[in-house]
């Protein structure tokens, strides 16, 4: 799958869940009933317990139906492991040009941390796909006010997107939305109550945005 058509499903699917402090034998259980409840991006975080090897043995079980990529990536060394392990979008909280330059040489999308309208604008002149706008918890106020000089530049909100607010992000010009513990909770017992509790969730995020 080429960088453009990854950025492209990105963008058309919107709602990336971020899947942090899973257990990792409940991520596979955790991805299917998400992707039942519509979302077809997950981030796996690498500061997770075995965050490599599970990337490749979702990427192996679910690789076909979900995009998966990796989280928390903070320097050009993981987002290469990352990738290796199947990861086709890599996501910063930071922003580090030479994890962007990794990312998009491996053919990956590359979407990197950035808060100030100055790291905004190096992120994309960087190379950037998506920046990473984090944390979003300061409202939808201050994403406003980055919108008004750099309308060009696409935006993923992350880090207080929740289904009260984002359909104000999305009106306000976000492009995709980095959406954790909001939607999975990785603390939560993965029983079956919660899977369908997951997937229930999964489905009012997937239907929030028109």
Do not use: W
Request: charged share 15%.
């Amino acid at each position: 799958m080429s960088g453009s058509t990854i950025l492209q499903q990105i963008r058309e699917s919107k709602i990336v869940a971020i899947l942090r402090g899973v257990d990792p034998a409940a991520v596979p259980d955790v991805a299917a009933a998400l992707y039942a409840g519509g979302v077809r991006c997950l981030e796996i975080t690498l500061n997770s317990k075995g965050a490599l090897n599970v990337i490749q043995t979702l990427t192996g079980r679910m690789g076909e139906q979900l995009l998966i990529g990796a989280g928390t990536v903070l320097d050009e060394h993981e987002a290469a492991a990352a990738i290796d392990a199947g990861a086709r979008f890599i996501i910063s909280p930071t922003l580090d040009i030479p994890t962007i330059q990794k990312t998009k040489e491996r053919g990956a999308v590359s979407i990197p941390g950035a808060f100030t309208a100055t790291e905004i604008l190096t992120a994309h002149r960087g190379g950037a796909d998506i920046i990473k706008m984090f944390p979003a918890s300061v409202g939808v106020g201050y994403f406003k006010d980055l919108r008004g000089p750099l309308p060009h530049i696409p935006l993923m909100p992350t880090g207080g997107v929740n289904l009260d607010n984002i359909l104000d992000f999305h009106h306000a010009g976000a492009v995709a939305f980095g959406i954790g513990s909001a939607l999975v909770d990785g603390r939560r017992q993965v029983t079956d109550e919660y899977l369908r509790h997951l997937q229930a969730l999964a489905v009012q995020y997937s239907n929030a945005i028109p």
